[in-house]
């Protein structure tokens, strides 16, 4: 079973006990100025409980607060969730939406040099290697992944070699060092309880010269402030941490990184308004059928308008392209 990146924390346990103890600062840059962003339920579970999202006034972190447990992270993570998670899902974005996207996502990044190796963090099924094998077909594609889907996903030949568990673990850190020409997270950071220390493994990971590619939700779309704890991005449980674009790119430089691209266009997923109406499905099963001619035709306005909102504000998530310029 893979190894979990939570520690234990010296602070009283939680009443809750999937729920650390509230912090009063801000993880990212230690600030006290919190305020509370969204309170949200678990759409799929119904889980009693709320979850809290707390946003920093000083450097717009956005991070669940309280934080999930190891327990926690555990109990909404493992694979039969991850199974409600997909059918929830492909409520919004239809396979063959996700294939076209990771072929788009493929071709964008087609100017990096020809890998020789290249490690998908937060894989899954590993959709994204099977499409970018297209674009970069002398590339050997690595997963990892928490779940058993990176290991059917090497059975089924998506991936080369299969790695179950969490990039920021001594273990699997030391076993991935300098191994990777390009390493990918596509919508995977929010998961992590430390970004920071998710970045450095992945950059481990890397050969001097190489590529890393970052893909997260924006906390500071517009979307966020209008939709509240509709908006889908939000993500609660899964989602411990949405990190602004100019904190991750300070972050990078910080770590030894050329910024070479950064791009609010491409990433936008086209699924704001019908997510937030499939959340209300989820969360009131009995008005499923009422809502459903509203969310065929948020769906039609989410594309409709996505040329003008991937252009504006309102587009939900960007992209960085950073090289490695340290050992």
């Not at 230690?30 to 119904?46: C, E, F, K, N, Q």
């Not at 099963?285 to 009422?290: I, R």
Request: net charge positive; glycine share 6%; with cysteine.
């Amino acid at each position: 079973m893979p190894t979990s990146p939570f520690t234990p924390t010296p602070l009283p346990r939680s009443c809750d006990p999937f729920l650390e103890p509230r912090r009063e600062d801000c993880p990212w840059c230690g600030s006290a100025r919190l305020r509370t962003r969204v309170r949200a339920s678990d759409p799929l579970r119904h889980r009693p409980g709320r979850f809290v999202l707390d946003r920093c006034r000083d450097c717009a972190h956005v991070f669940q607060n309280p934080r999930l447990t190891a327990e926690g992270f555990a109990f909404f993570h493992r694979d039969l969730y991850e199974r409600q998670l997909e059918g929830f899902t492909d409520r919004v974005l239809s396979a063959r939406a996700v294939r076209r996207r990771h072929r788009a996502t493929a071709r964008r990044l087609s100017a990096l040099a020809e890998a020789e190796s290249w490690l998908d963090v937060g894989t899954g099924h590993a959709r994204f290697p099977e499409a970018a094998k297209e674009v970069f077909p002398y590339t050997s594609f690595d997963g990892l992944d928490p779940t058993a889907r990176v290991q059917q996903a090497q059975l089924e030949e998506r991936v080369e070699e299969a790695h179950r568990g969490y990039l920021a673990t001594p273990g699997m850190t030391a076993r991935l060092r300098g191994r990777y020409d390009v390493v990918s997270m596509f919508r995977h950071l929010e998961h992590t309880p430390d970004p920071r220390a998710e970045l450095r493994a992945a950059l481990t990971a890397l050969r001097p010269g190489g590529h890393l590619v970052v893909e997260v939700a924006d906390p500071r779309c517009a979307f966020a402030a209008l939709l509240g704890r509709l908006w889908l991005p939000y993500g609660q449980p899964r989602h411990l941490h949405l990190v602004p674009l100019v904190n991750l790119r300070a972050e990078l430089e910080s770590l030894g990184c050329t910024v070479l691209v950064t791009d609010r266009t491409d990433p936008h997923l086209p699924y704001d308004l019908s997510g937030a109406l499939a959340l209300v499905s989820a969360r009131h099963p009995l008005l499923s059928a009422a809502v459903a001619p509203a969310r065929v035709l948020a769906s039609v306005l989410d594309h409709v308008a996505a040329p003008l909102f991937r252009r504006t504000w309102f587009s939900n998530a960007y992209r960085i392209v950073a090289r490695k310029d340290r050992g």
